[in-house]
């Protein structure tokens, strides 16, 4: 990963401005605003011990890893480009899906991602994705961050986020909507604490009732006969002993308990079918699924049936999670990295996604059913280049 500090020139500032920016100034003038929430738990208890959250994450940051992204310029389709270069091997270590996979990991479970681009003579070389716990923003005069300090390993880099002379800021700052935040996105880790936290609770009682499933959860009453109504210390450690040793683990799970001498068993607690405790694990799995975008089905949760089968879902997936989040990524690194390839836009190839196949047939038989539209015009609604008289392309 690149640490290299690099001076950026201010450029003069422009007339325009926004008027509300100078109030958020005032509230927060030039202090840095760290991140306000506990990342290393969320991802700990989320990511690292949730099976439904880890599932979650990876589908998301896969699935938008793997969708193909164009450079489009003067309306044509570029298949050699140096921005085609970059986004396909961004840095020696990475290839591009590693390295939108660990930007899309990120934004999912900080609700933040950054990259940082590596530039020679205002031409971006390397990019590089920058862990959000180890980031803050550092508001300037104007409301908004004007740099970014990163700390890692002890050391401190400050990185100036005014465009250079060149036109380039070093970092881009994705982040998901926040409603109460000026400076950092809402993961959806945290907008699914609550049920994840559930969910964890229910899998540790589950272990815990299979670790100790014989060893009851009540109480032993000794009824003795009158003016012997407690057990004597020999009497009470005899029956402690056994049940430790014959009833507690896994091993006697479902060993039956033998009362006698006046002992009564009381229960003291709910069963699992009084809790409904399948019912509400999975109902905590649905609202994590929900939190992320991804539907129940993909992730074998049962009692879903919002959609008829799995190629539904697995639709929706992608046209209300997946193409949103790789639409948004490509139009802000347009905007980052336009200065460098002045022209150059970068956009989501829908047509090699498999996922859409169906909806893109579909499509294709309807234009060429359309008979009221001329072979050049069936061609431009479908984004391909006229053809000449002779045949060939323009």
Not at 118 to 147: H, I, N, Q, Y
Not at 227 to 254: C, V
Request: aromatic share 8%.
């Amino acid at each position: 990963m690149s640490l290299i500090p690099q001076i950026f020139t201010r450029k003069s500032p422009e007339a325009k401005a926004s008027a509300a920016k100078a109030l958020i100034a005032m509230h927060r003038l030039g202090a840095p605003a760290w991140t306000p929430r506990d990342y290393a738990s969320l991802a700990r208890q989320g990511y690292e011990r949730n099976v439904i959250a880890y599932r979650c994450v990876r589908l998301v940051a896969e699935a938008a890893a793997s969708t193909p992204l164009k450079v489009v310029e003067d309306g044509a389709v570029h298949c050699d480009h140096p921005l085609i270069d970059l986004l396909a091997r961004p840095n020696p270590e990475q290839s591009g899906a590693e390295l939108f996979e660990s930007f899309y990991g990120f934004l999912q479970t900080a609700g933040n991602a950054y990259l940082e681009v590596v530039s020679l003579d205002g031409v971006p070389r390397e990019l590089f994705a920058l862990r959000p716990d180890r980031m803050k923003a550092r508001p300037g005069k104007s409301g908004w961050p004007e740099s970014y300090e990163y700390n890692a390993g002890g050391r401190k880099i400050i990185f100036n986020n005014m465009r250079d002379e060149d036109g380039l800021a070093p970092i881009l700052h994705q982040k998901l909507f926040h409603p109460t935040n000026d400076y950092y996105g809402f993961s959806p880790l945290e907008a699914a604490a609550s049920a994840i936290d559930l969910h964890n609770a229910a899998s540790a009682w589950n272990k815990a009732l299979l670790d100790n499933a014989a060893r009851p959860s009540g109480a032993l009453v000794y009824k003795g006969p009158e003016g012997a109504e407690n057990l004597t210390g020999e009497q009470f450690s005899r029956l402690k002993s056994e049940l430790e040793d014959a009833y507690q683990g896994t091993a006697h799970a479902g060993r039956p308990l033998v009362l006698d001498g006046g002992l009564e068993w009381r229960s003291m607690s709910l069963s699992p079918a009084d809790m409904d405790f399948i019912e509400a694990k999975n109902t905590a799995a649905r609202e994590i699924a929900l939190a992320f975008g991804v539907p129940p089905m993909l992730l074998g949760i049962p009692g879903d049936n919002t959609y008829s089968n799995y190629k539904e879902a697995n639709l929706a997936f992608w046209k209300q999670t997946v193409l949103p989040l790789v639409k948004k990524t490509a139009s802000a690194m347009t905007a980052w990295l336009s200065p460098a390839f002045e022209g150059a836009e970068i956009i989501c190839q829908t047509t090699d996604i498999e996922a859409l196949s169906g909806e893109r047939d579909a499509h294709w038989a309807r234009i060429a059913r359309a008979d009221f539209l001329t072979e050049n015009e069936k061609r431009a609604a479908l984004g391909l280049a006229p053809i000449t008289e002779e045949g060939r392309d323009a």
